[in-house]
């Protein structure tokens, strides 16, 4: 068996690939766009945590009315499960979620330690701001911007969160990403399987 056909080589110091990554950030960070280019390129399975929000969530979202910790409860557990489910069928995930507070992310990544990773979209007030007044179409009204900064909790190093910062082009972003990646692994990211 070839190395291509087994998959790359990880030298003995290298730590394993994660087999599932919460891109996570605020409202307008580009949750979304980096998350599906990174995806796309790895050739990954992409989900939006948006798309787990139950109708109740999204219709007090664009009413303008922040979300508690009751409302979000749920909304975790389900994308919780699409992370277990993923891993389970050994394949390879991306899900954009704002994760906020350490307690989200705890949720998220649980008993799976180093398998499911944080990357942590960072920037701030003035330039997400910037950008959410040119989004379209997105339930988050930007009168919420500054309630997702009251709470948001940045990743601690002991949470091994991968840090880049939003102020470049997403493709940019999703270089960084997968250059940090490659770096930790000692190798090129793997694919998810046929």
Not at 126 to 150: C, E, K, N, T, V
């Amino acid at each position: 068996m070839t190395a291509e056909a087994a998959g790359p080589e990880i030298p003995p110091e290298a730590s394993p690939c994660p087999s599932v990554l919460v891109v996570m950030g605020v409202s307008g960070s580009g949750k979304t766009t980096i998350a599906s280019l990174l995806a796309r390129r790895l050739d990954w399975i992409f989900e939006d945590a948006d798309w787990f929000h139950p109708p109740a969530n999204v219709e007090k979202m664009a009413a303008g009315t922040p979300l508690t910790d009751e409302d979000r409860w749920p909304w975790l557990a389900a994308i919780a499960a699409w992370i277990d489910e993923t891993r389970t069928g050994g394949r390879h995930g991306i899900v954009a979620c704002s994760a906020l507070r350490r307690a989200y992310r705890a949720a998220l990544v649980r008993q799976h330690g180093d398998a499911v990773r944080i990357v942590y979209l960072e920037g701030d007030r003035a330039l997400i701001g910037q950008r959410m007044a040119l989004r379209q179409g997105h339930f988050m009204p930007q009168a919420l911007l500054d309630s997702q900064f009251d709470a948001l909790e940045a990743p601690g190093p002991d949470e091994r969160p991968l840090t880049v910062s939003v102020e470049p082009h997403p493709n940019k972003v999703v270089d960084a990403i997968v250059a940090a990646l490659e770096a930790e692994i000692g190798g090129p990211v793997p694919k998810n399987r046929s």
